[in-house]
């Protein structure tokens, strides 16, 4: 035991009336949404990067958190890291978390130890788990942080670099079947390029699902029965990514006779940096049946880069969270809070406060997504509004040729007038549940 978080107690629900900062006005785990847990709905999970790795610096300043595992590089400290995370789960009453080998081991320099680190920490973590019953919802490797992948991962042009990162991802696949993870996630942090002057892209490409494609057969050889997820992300770091968006990496997943295997990890942020909502990624991926997990976080929209900051907004997140519950909810995945602290938030109670009140908002978003799913206003309205491709000659058309269309057009003298699309009919429509 630690006393990082002396003196702050269990979160707990106290309804929407109550002034406490540290406890729940909208979360409450048992409450029944559409006939399921609301925990079971969102499936909370704490990101160890982000909330006990990373130290609070910037592009443009080092680190402000003062924290007692710092600097991040012996087991020792990795184990006090832990202790403080599964002391804030508990308070949180955290269902899962997700983690970076990086964040949970110290770097060391060589494969080999950072293995023996990796294995070692996570059998410190098993037992962490057994006793506070917080679960994994997925690991992930960092192949972006450390100089060896400054030319990426998979897409790296020197074949070693290819080979440390099959031998890095087989060791976080492995470390996460050993903890009963519930999914296992690629970024592609740096696959990608800065200019097409030094990068055979082709070459590149065919590298990077040939990889993911040994992902998966080493999943089904050890019997990981966990969803292998990819994570879109445009521009940050490289210039062009070759994951930029959901409907980039389905077309990947296509190309390389993958989509069947992988599904998508989505993130807010990322989405906001595409120059797309939220809303819409998940409807592509929903739209192809390949959404996975989200991980729910939000940009300054007055900055170009990403921010990574708690969720606060309830419109954005209730409308995130519609077309979750219209495909039938998750599966594997959950929502993680790939979130962090601002670098002026230092002290612990900061870190309490900015889950307590993320999981709020998800929360609040979730019942105003429910009650729209219910009251079926949105689905009547767009049933309405194509309803004339239900008629047996609009999809006949559908079966026809150019040649046959236009003998229709005159044949009926089809004139068509423009309809209205209703869009401030229908966000006014939201705001009634927001």
């Not at 402000?64 to 308070?91: C, L, N, S, Y």
């Amino acid at each position: 035991m630690s006393d990082f978080f002396e003196g702050i107690e269990k979160a707990r629900f106290e309804g929407a009336e109550s002034t406490n900062p540290l406890a729940f006005r909208h979360y409450n785990p048992d409450e029944i949404v559409l006939g399921k847990r609301m925990e079971d709905h969102l499936r909370f999970a704490v990101a160890w990067w982000h909330s006990f790795a990373w130290e609070g610096g910037d592009p443009f300043g080092g680190a402000t958190f003062e924290r007692p595992w710092h600097p991040q590089d012996d087991m020792g400290r990795a184990k006090m890291k832990a202790d403080v995370a599964f002391e804030m789960f508990e308070i949180l009453g955290q269902p899962y978390f997700c983690w970076h080998d990086a964040d949970i081991r110290p770097e060391q320099g060589d494969f080999a130890a950072n293995l023996k680190t990796l294995e070692e920490i996570t059998d410190y973590i098993g037992e962490k788990m057994q006793s506070v019953g917080t679960k994994l919802l997925w690991g992930t490797a960092n192949m972006f942080s450390h100089r060896r992948w400054m030319a990426g991962a998979s897409t790296n042009p020197d074949p070693d670099v290819f080979a440390f990162a099959a031998a890095t991802v087989k060791s976080c696949i492995d470390a996460t079947h050993k903890l009963g993870g519930e999914n296992y996630v690629l970024w592609g942090g740096r696959e990608g390029y800065e200019t097409l002057l030094n990068t055979d892209m082709q070459a590149e490409l065919d590298h990077m699902g040939r990889f993911l494609s040994m992902v998966v057969d080493y999943k089904h050889k050890i019997g990981f029965k966990g969803t292998i997820l990819v994570e879109p992300k445009p521009q940050e770091p490289s210039k062009h990514q070759y994951d930029f968006d959901a409907a980039t990496c389905i077309g990947f997943l296509r190309k390389y006779g993958l989509e069947n295997d992988v599904k998508l990890n989505l993130e807010q942020g990322h989405a906001i940096l595409a120059g797309h909502s939220f809303e819409h990624e998940i409807a592509v991926a929903t739209a192809e049946g390949m959404l996975g997990s989200i991980d729910m976080n939000r940009n300054d929209y007055q900055s170009g880069w990403d921010t990574d900051q708690f969720p606060n907004n309830t419109p954005e997140v209730a409308l995130a969270y519609y077309h979750i519950l219209k495909s039938g909810g998750f599966s594997t995945g959950g929502t993680n809070f790939d979130a962090k602290l601002r670098r002026q938030s230092i002290d612990p109670q900061d870190l309490i406060a900015a889950h307590i009140g993320a999981m709020d908002i998800c929360a609040r978003g979730l019942k105003a997504a429910a009650a729209m799913v219910e009251d079926g206003g949105l689905a009547m309205e767009l049933a309405k509004r194509y309803s004339g491709w239900q008629t047996d000659e609009a999809q006949s058309m559908l079966e026809s040729g150019l040649e046959e269309i236009t003998a229709r057009v005159l044949d009926q003298g089809i004139n068509p007038k423009p309809r209205s699309g209703r869009q401030e009919y229908l966000e006014n429509y939201v705001n009634r549940f927001v």
